[in-house]
């Protein structure tokens, strides 16, 4: 079974982040520079929230508030949906469609490991069958079933 | 298995298609994306075709970095016009590839230039996990055949 191990090994364990002191300005800056949808707000090694392209579309666009007097830290969600490496694939995609989101922040042991998001979780189910039928094809035809692959 | 047998397959579930024009405002694009809670929206002319796509990106890329008001930007002077789509009878993997290479979460489903609907990195996660739970529950009654079967493994 996939874990998010796998996903973060694939993938890489570098993450964007904030201080929630920037100003949703300073933000959108970073996001864009480093071409994410969403920053992680840190502060003194701590995990606050997450701030997404969502967040500025419903909550500043929609309410009119301006980029440069608005906080970070005023807007990001707090209330996160994590995930520990050892956590299965399968259970990341109940979190994601279940309470809609995009990104589940990786945590063990209070200390951050990555980020995950839709894509990375849909490319690992694809890349995970794709290798279960490889297999299975090579067993029928007369090869060894590798024993991580059959579940 | 290509799109639109996938969305057959996903009509459990009643999607409504929620469209754009590129002469509304984009604050109005804005308004539909939270009512309906969608990320992105097919942009369409008056004979439904396709036109552009507006995201949440794009409110987020192209709206903060000029000077100037939002309110008076219109869908047109945000949107992305060259859009990638795909057709119904493509295979779900060239979906899902694309989305990858062109580093997108929606995927407008056009027949001709008629858009009938859009493809969702989301809706496409939706799917693998009902297949995904189908499987497991497979797998637990037929431990052994599930194991040589190959139906249970295609996508």
């Known amino acids: 079974m996939l874990t998010v191990s796998d996903l973060l090994s694939r993938k890489g364990n570098k993450t964007v982040s904030v201080h929630p002191n920037y100003t949703v300005y300073q933000a959108l800056h970073v996001m864009a520079d480093y071409d994410v949808g969403a920053v992680l707000v840190i502060e003194n090694h701590e995990l606050l929230g997450v701030f997404s392209e969502r967040d500025y579309a419903r909550k500043l666009v929609l309410q009119g508030q301006n980029e440069q007097n608005t906080f970070v830290g005023n807007v990001m969600v707090k209330d996160l949906t994590v995930v520990t490496p050892e956590d299965k694939v399968e259970e990341c995609m109940q979190l994601m469609t279940d309470r809609h989101i995009r990104h589940l922040p990786v945590v063990k042991n209070g200390k951050l490991l990555g980020l995950i998001s839709i894509g990375d979780v849909v490319k690992g189910i694809i890349d995970q069958q794709r290798d279960t039928i490889n297999d299975l094809e090579s067993y029928i035809a007369g090869g060894y079933l590798s024993r991580n692959r059959v579940q | ?155």
Do not use: W
């Open chain 2, 1 to 155: 298995m290509n799109i639109s047998e996938m969305l057959k397959v996903m009509r459990f579930k009643p999607q409504v298609l929620v469209t754009v024009g590129p002469a509304e405002l984009s604050s109005v694009a804005v308004q539909k994306m939270a009512d309906y809670n969608k990320g992105a929206l097919p942009v369409c002319n008056d004979d439904g075709e396709l036109v552009g796509i507006v995201t949440e990106r794009d409110i987020l890329r192209k709206c903060f970095v000029r000077k100037g008001e939002f309110k008076d930007k219109k869908v047109n002077d945000i949107m992305t016009k060259k859009v990638a789509i795909a057709r119904p009878d493509d295979e779900l993997d060239y979906a899902i590839k694309t989305m990858k290479k062109e580093k997108i979460r929606h995927l407008p489903v056009a027949d001709g230039k008629k858009i009938v609907g859009i493809l969702s990195m989301r809706d496409i996660l939706g799917f693998q996990y009902e297949e995904t739970r189908t499987r497991i529950r497979y797998m637990q009654m037929f431990p052994r055949r599930a194991a040589v079967s190959r139906g249970s493994m295609v996508l």
